[in-house]
């Protein structure tokens, strides 16, 4: 019998360039460079952990990457939209431009991989009504672009400041957001029939447990509230970025990603904090993928 509570690692496969769009650096050519590299390596730390991971993916590239997307779904793991081309910001897009994004994304990994595609994350987590409609009505079981806790205000508010000519920070309800509910639920309203899958955060402080933070805070800090975390007897959501597993050293990295968190961290210091982190999850909870869970509970 089950007792214990899941965990749902998560990746987002952005790519190089869609990071450094994310910056304000506008107009590069897609580049592959994280499934050369980054994939791989976290394809086999996952596979020491026992773990599986939903790896939400930018549609733009499935084609190009059918043979490791068939390969990541061949070993458990999930495939799931994080849009066609990875626009910010999201949820002003035009209705039509939305709809490529939401609905096109799915056909072509779904094609591409060969799996049924069953979540989507917004890029950045800008989410609102409109996208939620157009999830739900694209036929997608669950979304997973609620971020509970206030760090996405201040999130936003540094995108906002680091791009020019960005639309309203505020097409997204983000206060709403940041204090919404911080364990799974049914959506009601718009995107009703969605099931939602928040990131985790801690109860009281909603201190995220979102792997770039680990950059950015002391490791004590961050490891204490990731125990915190476990200690519920809540569902988990790990989200990570194929990035974090990436070196500028990797042949091909544009070294404008310096300015990203942990960039500049030796790769295996990296990677040993993300086996460690892997291994206290492994250990207290069962791991499973998004659509499995909305199938359990179904
Ligand atoms: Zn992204």
């Known amino acids: 019998m089950r007792t214990r509570p899941f965990a ?3 990746c987002d496969l952005d790519t190089v360039d869609r990071h450094l769009q994310g910056y304000g650096i506008e107009d590069l050519p897609p580049c592959d460079v994280i499934y050369r590299t980054a994939v791989p390596r976290l394809l086999e730390l996952l596979s020491e952990c026992g773990l599986p991971c939903v790896f939400f993916t930018i549609a733009r590239d499935a084609h190009d990457q059918r043979t490791l997307l068939r390969e990541m779904v ?3 793991h999930e495939i799931a939209s994080h849009s066609m081309t990875h626009p910010q910001p999201f949820s002003s897009l035009a209705e039509n431009a939305l709809n490529l994004e939401v609905a096109g994304s799915k056909a072509a990994l779904s094609e591409a991989s060969g799996s049924e595609i069953a979540g989507f994350r917004a890029p950045a987590w ?3 009504d409109r ?13 997973a672009s609620v971020f509970p806790t206030p760090a996405l205000i201040a999130s936003r508010l540094s995108a906002y400041h680091r791009s020019e000519g960005m639309g309203s920070i505020f ?3 983000l206060f709403a957001h940041a204090f919404s509910k911080r364990t799974p639920y049914k959506l009601t309203g718009a995107g009703s029939g969605l099931t939602e899958f928040p990131v985790a955060v801690t ?3 909603r201190f995220p447990t979102y792997h770039t933070l680990a950059y950015l805070t002391p490791k004590p800090v961050f490891m204490r509230a990731l125990r915190s975390v476990l200690k519920r007897n809540e569902p988990l959501g790990y989200e990570l970025h194929a990035a974090d597993l990436l070196a500028l050293s990797d ?7 310096d300015r990203h968190p942990g960039m500049k961290l030796p790769l295996e210091d990296k990677t040993a904090l993300l086996r460690e982190i892997f291994t206290q ?3 207290a909870r069962d791991a499973t993928t998004y659509r499995a869970a909305v199938d359990r509970a179904a």
């Open 251 to 257: 042949e091909g990295v544009d070294q404008r990603m």
């Open 126 to 128: 800008d989410i609102n």
């Open 74 to 76: 061949a070993a458990g």
């Open 131 to 143: 996208v939620l409609k157009q999830i739900a009505g694209a036929g997608y079981s669950y979304d």
């Open 8 to 10: 749902v690692i998560s």
């Open 281 to 283: 999850i492994a250990a």
């Open 203 to 205: 109860r009281w402080l």
């Open 171 to 173: 097409s997204m309800d």
